[in-house]
Protein backbone atom coordinates (compact mmCIF):
# COMPACT_ATOMS: atom_id res chain seq x y z
CA UNK A 1 0.00 0.00 0.00
CA UNK A 2 2.92 2.09 1.11
CA UNK A 3 4.78 1.86 -2.28
CA UNK A 4 1.37 2.37 -4.37
CA UNK A 5 0.94 5.82 -2.42
CA UNK A 6 4.40 6.85 -3.15
CA UNK A 7 4.16 5.85 -7.04
CA UNK A 8 0.80 7.30 -7.26
CA UNK A 9 2.33 10.51 -5.40
CA UNK A 10 5.55 10.89 -7.30
CA UNK A 11 4.01 10.17 -11.04
CA UNK A 12 1.22 12.69 -10.36
CA UNK A 13 3.56 15.03 -8.68
CA UNK A 14 5.53 15.39 -11.25
CA UNK A 15 3.12 15.60 -13.90
CA UNK A 16 0.93 18.57 -12.14
CA UNK A 17 4.14 20.38 -11.51
CA UNK A 18 5.24 20.56 -14.71
CA UNK A 19 1.53 21.65 -15.72
CA UNK A 20 1.89 24.54 -13.06
CA UNK A 21 5.23 25.88 -14.58
CA UNK A 22 4.53 25.87 -17.71
CA UNK A 23 0.96 28.13 -17.05
CA UNK A 24 3.30 29.91 -14.47
CA UNK A 25 5.98 30.81 -17.36
CA UNK A 26 3.59 32.01 -20.37
CA UNK A 27 1.09 33.87 -17.66
CA UNK A 28 2.05 34.53 -14.23
CA UNK A 29 5.44 34.78 -14.87
CA UNK A 30 5.10 37.71 -17.33
CA UNK A 31 3.03 39.83 -14.98
CA UNK A 32 5.54 39.02 -11.87
CA UNK A 33 8.05 40.66 -13.67
CA UNK A 34 5.96 43.91 -15.41
CA UNK A 35 5.55 44.42 -11.91
CA UNK A 36 8.92 43.78 -10.47
CA UNK A 37 9.37 47.26 -12.61
CA UNK A 38 7.28 49.48 -11.31
CA UNK A 39 9.16 47.97 -7.75
CA UNK A 40 12.57 48.21 -8.73
CA UNK A 41 11.82 52.13 -10.56
CA UNK A 42 13.55 54.95 -8.78
CA UNK A 43 11.37 56.56 -5.98
CA UNK A 44 10.79 59.88 -8.02
CA UNK A 45 8.90 57.27 -10.53
CA UNK A 46 6.50 55.41 -7.95
CA UNK A 47 3.51 57.20 -6.16
CA UNK A 48 5.22 58.78 -3.25
CA UNK A 49 2.05 57.84 -0.89
CA UNK A 50 3.16 54.30 -0.74
CA UNK A 51 6.76 54.86 0.19
CA UNK A 52 6.31 54.31 4.60
CA UNK A 53 3.58 51.30 3.55
CA UNK A 54 6.58 49.41 1.18
CA UNK A 55 8.97 49.92 4.07
CA UNK A 56 8.30 46.30 5.54
CA UNK A 57 8.78 45.08 1.63
CA UNK A 58 11.94 46.33 1.05
CA UNK A 59 14.26 43.65 -0.22
CA UNK A 60 17.75 42.50 1.32
CA UNK A 61 20.34 43.70 -1.64
CA UNK A 62 22.53 40.86 -0.30
CA UNK A 63 20.21 37.98 -0.45
CA UNK A 64 20.17 35.72 -3.92
CA UNK A 65 17.22 35.30 -6.04
CA UNK A 66 17.46 33.49 -9.36
CA UNK A 67 18.10 35.36 -12.79
CA UNK A 68 15.29 35.45 -15.04
CA UNK A 69 15.64 32.67 -17.78
CA UNK A 70 16.79 29.43 -17.04
CA UNK A 71 17.24 29.74 -13.19
CA UNK A 72 14.31 31.47 -12.39
CA UNK A 73 12.20 28.57 -14.23
CA UNK A 74 13.97 25.98 -12.98
CA UNK A 75 13.72 26.98 -9.32
CA UNK A 76 9.81 27.33 -9.90
CA UNK A 77 9.90 23.74 -11.10
CA UNK A 78 11.48 22.54 -7.98
CA UNK A 79 9.58 24.03 -5.89
CA UNK A 80 6.16 23.42 -7.85
CA UNK A 81 7.04 19.66 -7.46
CA UNK A 82 7.87 19.85 -4.02
CA UNK A 83 4.36 21.27 -3.29
CA UNK A 84 2.81 18.70 -5.95
CA UNK A 85 4.05 16.10 -4.87
CA UNK A 86 3.29 16.55 -1.18
CA UNK A 87 -0.17 17.24 -2.31
CA UNK A 88 -0.24 14.36 -4.08
CA UNK A 89 0.65 12.18 -1.37
CA UNK A 90 -2.18 13.78 0.65
CA UNK A 91 -4.87 12.80 -1.98
CA UNK A 92 -3.32 9.22 -2.36
CA UNK A 93 -3.60 8.64 1.49
CA UNK A 94 -7.15 10.05 1.47
CA UNK A 95 -7.90 7.42 -1.70
CA UNK A 96 -7.19 4.40 0.55
CA UNK A 97 -9.96 5.75 2.96
CA UNK A 98 -12.38 6.78 0.03
CA UNK A 99 -11.02 5.23 -3.08
CA UNK A 100 -12.39 7.20 -6.53
CA UNK A 101 -14.99 4.47 -8.07
CA UNK A 102 -13.98 6.14 -11.57
CA UNK A 103 -11.14 8.74 -12.34
CA UNK A 104 -13.77 11.09 -12.88
CA UNK A 105 -14.25 11.47 -9.08
CA UNK A 106 -10.62 12.99 -9.44
CA UNK A 107 -11.81 16.06 -10.63
CA UNK A 108 -14.01 16.71 -7.46
CA UNK A 109 -11.26 15.66 -4.89
CA UNK A 110 -9.19 18.20 -7.65
CA UNK A 111 -11.99 20.66 -6.89
CA UNK A 112 -11.74 20.31 -3.20
CA UNK A 113 -8.40 20.71 -2.59
CA UNK A 114 -8.48 23.85 -4.58
CA UNK A 115 -11.28 25.05 -2.67
CA UNK A 116 -9.30 24.00 0.19
CA UNK A 117 -5.81 25.94 -0.23
CA UNK A 118 -6.73 28.29 -2.86
CA UNK A 119 -9.86 29.86 -3.29
CA UNK A 120 -10.69 29.81 0.29
CA UNK A 121 -7.47 31.25 1.86
CA UNK A 122 -7.43 34.20 -1.10
CA UNK A 123 -11.32 35.33 -0.52
CA UNK A 124 -9.47 37.09 2.65
CA UNK A 125 -5.35 36.90 1.07
CA UNK A 126 -5.71 37.08 -2.97
CA UNK A 127 -2.26 36.75 -4.66
CA UNK A 128 -0.18 39.64 -4.63
CA UNK A 129 1.99 41.43 -6.81
CA UNK A 130 5.89 42.59 -6.26
CA UNK A 131 5.20 46.11 -4.55
CA UNK A 132 1.63 45.17 -2.25
CA UNK A 133 1.21 46.30 1.04
CA UNK A 134 0.44 43.42 3.16
CA UNK A 135 -0.26 42.75 6.95
CA UNK A 136 2.61 40.71 9.03
CA UNK A 137 3.80 37.40 7.54
CA UNK A 138 3.23 35.23 10.56
CA UNK A 139 -0.54 36.67 11.02
CA UNK A 140 -1.11 35.47 7.10
CA UNK A 141 0.20 32.57 7.86
CA UNK A 142 -1.85 31.69 10.91
CA UNK A 143 -5.11 32.91 9.06
CA UNK A 144 -4.27 31.19 5.71
CA UNK A 145 -3.45 27.75 8.30
CA UNK A 146 -6.66 28.13 10.06
CA UNK A 147 -8.98 28.96 6.95
CA UNK A 148 -7.36 26.03 4.74
CA UNK A 149 -7.89 23.54 8.06
CA UNK A 150 -11.76 24.91 8.83
CA UNK A 151 -12.32 24.25 4.61
CA UNK A 152 -11.34 21.05 4.66
CA UNK A 153 -13.27 19.79 7.79
CA UNK A 154 -16.27 22.00 6.64
CA UNK A 155 -15.97 20.49 2.93
CA UNK A 156 -15.51 16.58 4.60
CA UNK A 157 -19.05 17.46 6.77
CA UNK A 158 -20.97 18.94 3.92
CA UNK A 159 -19.51 16.02 1.48
CA UNK A 160 -19.60 12.72 4.11
CA UNK A 161 -21.80 13.43 7.11
CA UNK A 162 -25.31 11.85 6.72
CA UNK A 163 -27.27 13.81 9.64
CA UNK A 164 -28.04 17.47 8.21
CA UNK A 165 -27.16 19.24 11.81
CA UNK A 166 -23.04 18.02 10.86
CA UNK A 167 -23.69 19.33 7.21
CA UNK A 168 -25.18 22.80 8.59
CA UNK A 169 -22.02 22.74 10.81
CA UNK A 170 -19.57 22.18 8.33
CA UNK A 171 -21.01 24.97 6.32
CA UNK A 172 -20.54 27.30 9.81
CA UNK A 173 -16.94 25.72 10.13
CA UNK A 174 -16.32 27.18 6.26
CA UNK A 175 -17.68 30.28 7.32
CA UNK A 176 -15.78 31.09 10.47
CA UNK A 177 -12.23 32.46 9.35
CA UNK A 178 -14.12 34.97 7.02
CA UNK A 179 -16.12 36.17 9.64
CA UNK A 180 -13.17 36.54 12.08
CA UNK A 181 -11.49 38.12 8.87
CA UNK A 182 -8.10 37.95 7.37
CA UNK A 183 -5.51 40.36 8.69
CA UNK A 184 -4.36 43.27 6.83
CA UNK A 185 -2.14 46.08 6.88
CA UNK A 186 -2.73 49.42 7.92
CA UNK A 187 -2.41 51.16 4.59
CA UNK A 188 -3.70 49.46 1.19
CA UNK A 189 -1.30 50.13 -1.71
CA UNK A 190 0.59 48.73 -4.75
CA UNK A 191 2.93 50.12 -6.36
CA UNK A 192 1.59 48.19 -10.07
CA UNK A 193 -1.36 49.73 -11.95
CA UNK A 194 -4.61 47.97 -11.06
CA UNK A 195 -5.51 46.58 -14.22
CA UNK A 196 -1.85 44.55 -13.69
CA UNK A 197 -2.62 43.61 -10.48
CA UNK A 198 -6.34 42.20 -11.35
CA UNK A 199 -4.95 40.57 -14.27
CA UNK A 200 -2.59 38.46 -11.68
CA UNK A 201 -5.32 38.01 -9.61
CA UNK A 202 -6.96 36.26 -12.52
CA UNK A 203 -4.58 33.97 -14.02
CA UNK A 204 -3.38 33.12 -10.60
CA UNK A 205 -6.55 31.56 -9.69
CA UNK A 206 -7.17 29.82 -12.95
CA UNK A 207 -3.20 28.23 -12.71
CA UNK A 208 -4.24 26.97 -9.41
CA UNK A 209 -7.05 25.37 -10.89
CA UNK A 210 -6.12 23.84 -13.41
CA UNK A 211 -3.46 22.41 -11.26
CA UNK A 212 -5.36 20.55 -9.04
CA UNK A 213 -7.86 19.63 -12.05
CA UNK A 214 -5.23 17.72 -13.16
CA UNK A 215 -3.54 16.53 -9.50
CA UNK A 216 -6.98 15.16 -8.78
CA UNK A 217 -7.74 13.72 -12.09
CA UNK A 218 -4.31 11.94 -12.63
CA UNK A 219 -3.94 10.64 -9.28
CA UNK A 220 -7.42 9.42 -9.49
CA UNK A 221 -6.76 7.53 -12.32
CA UNK A 222 -3.46 5.96 -11.44
CA UNK A 223 -4.18 5.01 -7.97
CA UNK A 224 -7.05 3.18 -9.76
CA UNK A 225 -4.83 1.63 -12.04
CA UNK A 226 -2.71 0.26 -9.88
CA UNK A 227 -5.35 -1.35 -7.81
CA UNK A 228 -6.69 -2.81 -10.91
CA UNK A 229 -3.24 -4.03 -11.71
CA UNK A 230 -2.82 -5.67 -8.17
CA UNK A 231 -5.93 -7.31 -8.79
CA UNK A 232 -5.66 -8.44 -11.86
CA UNK A 233 -1.92 -10.28 -10.77
Not at 204 to 226: C, D, E, H, P, V
Request: glycine letters at 8%; a negative charge; one cysteine or more.
Amino acid sequence: MIKRIAQTAGFTGLLAALLLTLLQSFWVAPLILQAETYEKAPAAEVHEHVEGAMAAHSHDAEAWEPEDGWQRVLSTTGGNLVVAVGFALMLAGLYTLRAPNRTSQGLLWGLAGYATFCLAPTLGLPPELPGTAAADLAQRQIWWVGTAASTAVGIALIVFARNWLLKILGAAIIAVPHVIGAPQPEVHSMLAPEELEAQFKIASQLTNAAFWLALGLISAWLFRRKSAGQYSA
